[in-house]
Structures are given as C-alpha cells and as structure tokens.
T-cell receptor, first 118, second 112 residues
Framework: GAGVSQSPRYKVAKRGQDVALRCDPISGHVSLFWYQQALGQGPEFLTYFQNEAQLDKSGLPSDRFFAERPEGSVSTLKIQRTQQEDSAVYLC????????????????FGAGSRLTVL | RKEVEQDPGPFNVPEGATVAFNCTYSNSASQSFFWYRQDCRKEPKLLMSVYSSGNEDGRFTAQLNRASQYISLLIRDSKLSDSATYLCVVNRMNTGFQKLVFGTGTRLLVSP
C-alpha cells in the first residue's frame, strides 16, 4: 500500500479484556517496529521484526504483550488481560531495508491505534 | 535517566520569533540523529537529519555536538503552522537492527 495502515484507529476495552491491533506495513518493507506512546511522552520501543523473525522484544512491558508477523508482512500486537496502564497510542512503523543498510533507519509510521482501557 | 532528554516545554512564541530546542543523549554508541515532528493526534514524521557539520533546511537548522552528546534545532521566523511537538531521535545498532530512540518531545506553540 501507499502507507502504513493500522486498525482499529480507536479501541476502548474494559480492564481484563484481550485486544488485537493490526499493522499493514508498506508492501515490500522488510523491517517492522512497534512503539507505545503514552500521553505526553515520546514513542517507546516495543519490538522489532525483520521479515517474519522477531529479533528484539525487549521493550514489551510484560508477558501480557505478544507480537507476531507470521508471513513477513502484516503484524499483530496482542495485549491480554488489559490494564489501565496499557492505555496509549500504539504506533507501527516500517522500513524498506534492514540491518546496517543505508536507509534502514528511515521509518514510515502509521497513524496509530489509540487504546483506552476503562 | 532517559537515554534521550528534552525539555518538554511548552515553548510559547509569537509569529516571526526565533526559537531553539536542545536535546542530550546518553549512549555514546549512537550513530545518527534526527528531529521528528508530531502534530496533535498524528504520527511522527521525519523533519530532518542532524549532522556534525550542521545542516539547514529553509528556516530550520540542526546541529550535533558529539563530544557533548548534544543536539539542537533552531527555527527562524516561526509560523503558526510550526506549532507541534518536536521529537529528538537517536539511532544506534542494536542486535542486528537500527533502533530509533525517541525523546519525550518539546511542544511548540506559535501564536499570532
């Protein structure tokens, strides 16, 4: 696609519910990142995929957070048993190349999924 | 202590003013540096890269001081449309990929 597409744009969940957030990166982009942005803060790194391989998940806040990219394109971020502190905007970004390649740090962000946990 | 530190502001300036933002970073392994702009309820977008020699893009000038681990952004002749949050970003290699680390952002409000 022309840009990074995320859905849903807005999600309201009751505490304890499971949620799934979807990211469609730009077609052909190798790298995919998930970031979490709380109100008034900058984006915080959650996890990184190179194609279907999850190379780093060190930013995931707890084992309630799980991300996958099974075919190396669409990615899903799943949050189980949501808590109020999970309320944030979840941003997905992709990049054409990976590793140390020139341009691997040029990210295109999606508009984000705004999660509110009541 | 955060890896990238910025004054959150807000900076309130009149149209036409010159305003400067600063940022410090703690990881000396950081390799490249950027300023991103984020409008309210929108995604971050790349504003400009930052080089040691200093670089300019129209009314915007960015500067990097590697010795002091300090990055700056200068905006001249501020416009109402410059109102946004400016995110300082550093990039470093991390277990086989390039990881962007964001500051908290500095909010700029330009008034008529």
């Amino acid at each position: 696609g022309a840009g990074v597409s995320q859905s849903p744009r807005y999600k309201v969940a009751k505490r304890g519910q499971d949620v799934a957030l979807r990211c469609d990166p730009i077609s052909g982009h190798v790298s995919l990142f998930w970031y979490q942005q709380a109100l008034g803060q900058g984006p915080e790194f959650l996890t990184y995929f190179q194609n279907e391989a999850q190379l780093d998940k060190s930013g995931l806040p707890s084992d309630r957070f799980f991300a996958e990219r099974p075919e190396g394109s669409v990615s899903t971020l799943k949050i189980q048993r949501t808590q109020q502190e999970d309320s944030a905007v979840y941003l997905c970004a992709s990049s054409l190349v990976a590793g140390a390649a020139r341009g691997a740090n040029v990210l295109t962000f999606g508009a984000g999924s705004r999660l509110t946990v009541l | 202590r955060k890896e990238v530190e910025q004054d959150p502001g807000p900076f309130n300036v009149p149209e036409g003013a010159t305003v400067a933002f600063n940022c410090t970073y703690s990881n000396s392994a950081s390799q490249s540096f950027f300023w991103y702009r984020q409008d309210c309820r929108k995604e971050p977008k790349l504003l400009m890269s930052v080089y040691s020699s200093g670089n300019e893009d129209g009314r915007f000038t960015a500067q990097l001081n590697r010795a002091s681990q300090y990055i700056s952004l200068l905006i001249r002749d501020s416009k109402l449309s410059d109102s946004a949050t400016y995110l300082c970003v550093v990039n470093r290699m991390n277990t086989g990929f390039q990881k962007l680390v964001f500051g908290t952002g500095t909010r700029l409000l330009v008034s008529p």
